[in-house]
Nanobody, 128 residues
Framework: QIRLVESGGGAVQAGGSLRLSCEVSQYIGQYNYIGWFRQVPGEGREGVAAIWIGGVDTAYLDSVKGRFTVSEDTDSRTVFLQMNSLKPEDSAMYYC?????????????????????WGQGTQVSVSS
């Protein structure tokens, strides 16, 4: 069982920044990936960014490219999502999730159905 705990959400004004953290209890696959997803009430959960743990591969939703950066600290098993130039449409509950895979996946996937373990989420609210 893999546990993930998100933190760092909050309320900011448009143009501001937040840094989300995802603490992961363990990595168990040959290839491990962490994805960041967001969801607003009444809508589906969409992939925002993903990273290959221990590698250099990342992937981003088009609407966040150039504003969001995903990174990881393998030693502490923490994955970060730096969010800059935030917009009101970025407001959502943000989740991190984990894939433990026997296969190399490139780019890191943004499809939620591929992710087996999920955190409880952290709320991000951006006011105009």
């Amino acid at each position: 069982q893999i546990r993930l705990v998100e933190s760092g959400g909050g309320a900011v004004q448009a143009g501001g920044s937040l840094r989300l953290s995802c603490e992961v209890s363990q990595y168990i696959g040959q290839y491990n990936y962490i994805g960041w997803f967001r969801q607003v009430p009444g809508e589906g959960r969409e992939g925002v960014a993903a990273i290959w743990i221990g590698g250099v591969d990342t992937a981003y939703l088009d609407s966040v490219k150039g504003r969001f950066t995903v990174s990881e600290d393998t030693d502490s098993r923490t994955v970060f999502l730096q969010m800059n130039s935030l917009k009101p449409e970025d407001s959502a509950m943000y989740y991190c999730a984990s894939i433990s895979s026997q296969w190399y996946l490139n780019p890191p996937p943004l499809q939620k159905n591929l992710y087996a373990y999920w955190g409880q989420g952290t709320q991000v609210s951006v006011s105009s």
